[in-house]
């Protein structure tokens, strides 16, 4: 019995396998649960179904920007498996534009896009999913950085947008509480992924991350897949509201 057996998990985020989102589809698919992943575009599609199949999983189209695909896709869970216990929100995109420079040079339809991708589409997600969560001890998981609380170099409108997410996480825990269900963060240290290649600079950051982190390593996939894993299993049954640092000690350092 895994610490997941009979559980049933949304994940959305999957873009190839160096995805965060992808190490914890396949830790969760270890641990027992039945597991769903979206796409948004054909492109994605090509790299997501053949990763989806390897784990038995579903998958659906889910552009977070449409309140359609998104009610769709709930309606496919609820005549699918009758409910849903887990959600992963790994989802973010800026314009690579709006990730160079000064934050002054934001646009405003950059700003738009940037927190109705990264912030606001949790909360489209959990308003539709929330009937099908009540009553199973479900959860909620959205993927942060540091970049939500500290400037770092060209993070820009992202860090903007990860500040009103991790904002959203402590705002939908208390909508989201009354109906037992849990809404927390993870907070990953830089990562390699798909996402990071558009930050500017980002080499830097992982040699510095590296330097100064206590335990003088960038993390992996792993690492938070497995705070992923304690965060959406019983053993954090008291846990919401929070956004958890994976981090290598990184945002302890005071130099």
């Excluded at 396949?26 to 948004?40: C, V």
Aim: charge should be negative.
């Amino acid at each position: 019995m895994g610490l997941l057996t009979g559980k049933k998990a949304l994940i959305l985020g999957v873009a190839n396998e160096k995805s965060i989102a992808w190490a914890i589809a396949r830790l969760f698919h270890a641990e027992g649960a039945e597991l769903m992943l979206t796409y948004a575009g054909e492109a994605v599609e090509k790299r997501v179904r053949p990763l989806a199949e390897s784990l038995d999983a579903t998958v659906a189209p889910c552009n977070v920007t449409s309140d359609d695909e998104i009610a769709a896709v709930m309606a496919d869970i609820k005549e699918r498996w009758g409910g849903l216990d887990i959600l992963i929100h790994s989802v973010a995109f800026a314009d690579r534009e709006e990730l160079k420079g000064s934050i002054l040079s934001t646009t405003r339809q950059g700003f738009a896009t940037a927190l109705d991708v990264s912030a606001y589409s949790l909360i489209a997600l959990l308003k539709e999913a929330q009937p099908l969560m009540v009553g199973r001890n479900a959860c909620a998981l959205a993927m942060s950085y540091y970049g939500a609380v500290k400037v770092f170099p060209n993070y820009n409108v992202m860090g903007v947008a990860k500040a009103a997410l991790e904002a959203s996480i402590r705002y939908l825990s208390a909508g989201m509480g009354t109906d037992g269900v849990r809404v927390n963060g993870i907070s990953a240290g830089p990562i390699k992924t798909l996402a990071a290649s558009g930050v500017g600079d980002f080499k830097q950051i992982l040699n510095t991350v590296e330097e100064r982190a206590p335990l003088h390593r960038n993390i992996t996939q792993e690492d938070v897949a497995k705070s992923a894993l304690y965060l959406c299993s019983d053993l954090a049954s008291g846990v919401t509201g929070e956004v958890h640092y994976v981090d290598a000690g990184y945002n302890v350092t005071g130099i």
